[in-house]
Nanobody, 122 residues
Framework: QLVESGGGLVQAGGSLRLSCAASGPTFSSYALGWFRQAPGKEREFVAAISWSIGDTFYTDSVKGRFTISRDNAKNMVYLQMNSLKPEDTAIYYC?????????????????WGQGTQVTVSS
């Protein structure tokens, strides 16, 4: 089970830190990702982190602004979002999988949270 928190309303240029709490004894064996879905758009990949070494990957539009991290001791994954833009407005979802390499398409993520709303005002 994955539960996101930390969303909210922020002005452009501001920051938010999303958290995702995971339950289950094998958390450290799962790769984790953040996705987002804006109104009227498809859900899209934002960032991913591997299960042990902590390799990370970001979509181009958030590189240099967002940072994904994880704390396996606490079963937590985070998304630090800086320099937020109105186009970052979306529902943000945490997701997990344990299939092969950590970079997998959306449909291969097996577990999803309920999402948390991020709204960036101009």
């Amino acid at each position: 089970q994955l539960v996101e928190s930390g969303g909210g309303l922020v002005q452009a240029g501001g920051s938010l830190r999303l958290s995702c709490a995971a339950s289950g004894p094998t958390f450290s064996s799962y790769a984790l990702g953040w996705f987002r879905q804006a109104p009227g758009k498809e859900r899209e990949f934002v960032a991913a982190i591997s299960w042990s070494i902590g390799d990370t990957f970001y979509t181009d539009s958030v590189k240099g602004r967002f940072t994904i991290s994880r704390d396996n001791a606490k079963n937590m994954v985070y998304l630090q979002m800086n320099s937020l833009k109105p186009e970052d407005t979306a529902i943000y979802y945490c997701a997990a999988h344990n299939r092969g390499t950590y970079l997998r398409p959306l449909y291969e993520y097996d577990y999803w949270g309920q999402g948390t709303q991020v709204t960036v005002s101009s």
